[in-house]
C-alpha cells in the first residue's frame, strides 16, 4: 500500500498524522490524551502501536474498529475493504524479545565510597550517594569512577566510568547504551510533574544540574538520541524539552551542532515550541557554579 492511501485512512478516520520517518505520529483520538505523538502508524503497512497504553499493538483494521467503535475487526476490514484498498498487514502477535539485558553486579559490589573528584567539585555528599556510585578497583573500570545505570526498575542496565585523570577515553561505558533512560530510577516523578526534560551529554552534567535543583534532567551520554531514548520521551510526554549540550566554539562547535540536529529530529515529533535549545553558558554544566546555573536558568 502507497504511504499516501495510509494517510488517507487515518485523515479520514479523523486523525492528524505528522511524519516521523518510516511512521506517522498522532494522538490517539479514541481515547482521553493530549501526547501528540504516543500512536505511531507505519507508513505502508499500517501497523500501529499506541505506547500510552501499555503498548497497544496491532494491523490497521484494529486501529480501524477500536477508533470508530466497530464491533469486531471484520467491520473495520469491509469499511476499509470501501476505500478500494487492498491492505496486506504483516503483523505478529509475537512480542518481539527485549534487548535490554542486565549486568553482573561484580562491579557494582567493587565500588568503593570515595568521591572525592566529585565533592572537589563542589557536589554534595548527599547528592553524591542517591546514584549509588563509586571508585572502581576491577576490571574493565579498574581506577575510574564509576556509576551503575540503573533502570527505573532499579536493574543494573550496564556502567558508566569516568577517568579520574587525563585520558584518550574521557567515559567508558559497559552495557547497551540504546537502552539507558537515566537517571529515571530516581528523577521519573520530578519529570511527570514539571512536564519539563532537559537533555544533557553526560552523567557530570547531570551532577551540577541536580546540585543547583534541577532534577527533570536525563543524559545521553553523547550526542545523539537513540531510539530507546525517543521512545521514553514519547511516553513521558513533556510539554518542554530543553537541549542543553556542551557549548563548544573551541571544538568546532561540536556540541551546539549536535544541537541543533536533535532539535530537528524532536520536532518532527512533538508539537511547535516544545523543544528548544539552551546551552549552558560555559562549555559544560561541570564548569559552572550553582550560583551560575541557577542564573543560567532565569534567562529566556
Known amino acids: 500500500m502507497e504511504a499516501e492511501s495510509i494517510k488517507d485512512i487515518l485523515l479520514d478516520l479523523g486523525f492528524s498524522p505528522k511524519t516521523d520517518g518510516s511512521y506517522y505520529r498522532m494522538r490517539p483520538i479514541y481515547r482521553s490524551s493530549d501526547n501528540n505523538s504516543s500512536l505511531r502508524v507505519h507508513k505502508e503497512k499500517g501497523n500501529f502501536c499506541d505506547f500510552g497504553t501499555q503498548n497497544l499493538k496491532g494491523p490497521l483494521s484494529l486501529l480501524v474498529k477500536i477508533t470508530l467503535g466497530l464491533t469486531s475487526v471484520e467491520e473495520a476490514e469491509k469499511w ?96 547497551t547504551k540504546e537502552n539507558w533512560i537515566y537517571p529515571l530510577f530516581l528523577n521519573e516523578d520530578f519529570i511527570k510533574s514539571s512536564r519539563k526534560i532537559f537533555l544533557v551529554e553526560s552523567i557530570g552534567d547531570i551532577l551540577a544540574l541536580w546540585e543547583a535543583g534541577i532534577k527533570n534532567v536525563i543524559c545521553l551520554f553523547g550526542l545523539h538520541l537513540s531510539k530507546g531514548m525517543k521512545k521514553e520521551l514519547i511516553k513521558l510526554n513533556p510539554n518542554k524539552i530543553i537541549i542543553s549540550l556542551n557549548n563548544e566554539p573551541e571544538n568546532q562547535y561540536t556540541g551546539n551542532k549536535a544541537a541543533h540536529f536533535l532539535k530537528k529530529q524532536l520536532d518532527l515529533i512533538f508539537d511547535i515550541g516544545v523543544v528548544e535549545i539552551k546551552l549552558p553558558t560555559k562549555k559544560d554544566f561541570g564548569e559552572m557554579t550553582t550560583e551560575e546555573i541557577l542564573e543560567w536558568l532565569k534567562e529566556k
Open 80 to 175: 476499509l475493504s470501501k476505500k478500494n484498498l487492498n491492505v496486506f498487514e504483516n503483523f505478529s502477535e509475537k512480542p518481539r524479545p527485549s534487548i535490554s539485558k542486565t549486568q553482573p553486579l561484580d562491579i557494582l559490589n567493587s565500588l568503593l565510597p570515595i568521591h572525592d573528584f566529585y565533592t572537589n567539585k563542589g557536589i554534595s555528599l548527599d547528592t553524591i550517594q542517591l546514584f549509588k556510585s563509586g571508585l572502581c578497583k576491577e576490571k574493565p573500570m579498574a581506577g575510574r569512577y564509576v556509576f551503575p545505570i540503573f533502570d527505573k526498575y532499579k536493574s543494573v542496565l550496564g556502567y558508566s566510568g569516568r577517568a579520574l585523570f587525563e585520558s584518550n577515553l574521557k567515559w567508558k561505558h559497559k552495557g
